[in-house]
């Protein structure tokens, strides 16, 4: 099925890398205009030298007024993608409160800020728009040395909920994904362990995690 996303623009968070890059990438091969988002510059310069079109923002998403000022000068946006996102993965007796804040900074708060600024434009302009959400099964699936970025997720899953209930009426559509383990730089990170990774894996009927490497066509 060919799908064309032309005279479209988007805005991808956390596109630097993992889910988020490849999600840039393949609008920008679907002819959308994309206006990647990331807090690492390096990972900016390499994602536009795969692909020219690329429009790069680097800013820390934690950062409220600097999120404000790298935003502000985007021009009107059609898709929003909220990729980005963090883990720190500790028991749950040994969580701190900077951890807790930090996940909660990036995985929830930073949503609805990105999504309040380009919602509004999306309002004005009155012609709809639609905004995805990544999220994850550890919304609706309790994961050990995880309590936190579970509950980041579930949050995440009912803001969700609440932005399509108050912008659907503008017709802007807003769902969440939630994807199970993908072995991205963060999913390496909780689940390298054959030993662990083998209880999560059992569940899943092919047998693997998501994220083996494809070819990609060109941009």
Not at 54 to 79: K, Y
Not at 104 to 130: C, D, W
Not at 155 to 175: C, H, Q
Request: charged share 20%.
């Amino acid at each position: 099925m060919e799908i064309s996303f032309a005279g479209k623009r988007a805005l991808v968070t956390g596109a630097g890398k993992g889910i988020g890059r490849a999600t840039a990438l393949a609008l920008a091969r679907c002819g959308a205009k994309v206006v990647a988002v990331t807090r690492t510059q390096a990972d900016l310069n390499s994602l536009v030298q795969e692909c020219a079109s690329i429009t790069p923002v680097c800013v820390d998403l934690a950062d409220w007024e600097a999120t404000e000022a790298a935003l502000q000068d985007v021009g009107p946006i059609d898709l929003l993608v909220n990729n980005a996102g963090c883990a720190i993965l500790k028991p749950f007796l040994e969580v701190t409160p900077d951890q807790f804040d930090q996940l909660f900074n990036v995985n929830v708060k930073a949503v609805l800020h990105v999504s309040q600024i380009l919602a509004r434009g999306m309002k004005a302009r009155g012609s709809g728009g639609s905004i995805v959400n990544v999220s994850s099964q550890a919304s609706q699936c309790a994961v050990r040395d995880h309590a936190v970025y579970c509950a980041t997720k579930g949050a995440l899953d009912m803001l969700t909920k609440v932005m399509a209930l108050e912008l659907g009426p503008y017709k802007i559509r807003v769902n969440s994904v939630n994807p199970t383990v993908v072995m991205t730089d963060m999913g390496r990170l909780g689940w390298s362990d054959p030993k662990k990774a083998q209880t999560m894996m059992s569940r899943i009927p092919l047998g693997q995690f998501a994220g083996h490497r494809v070819q990609r066509p060109a941009c």
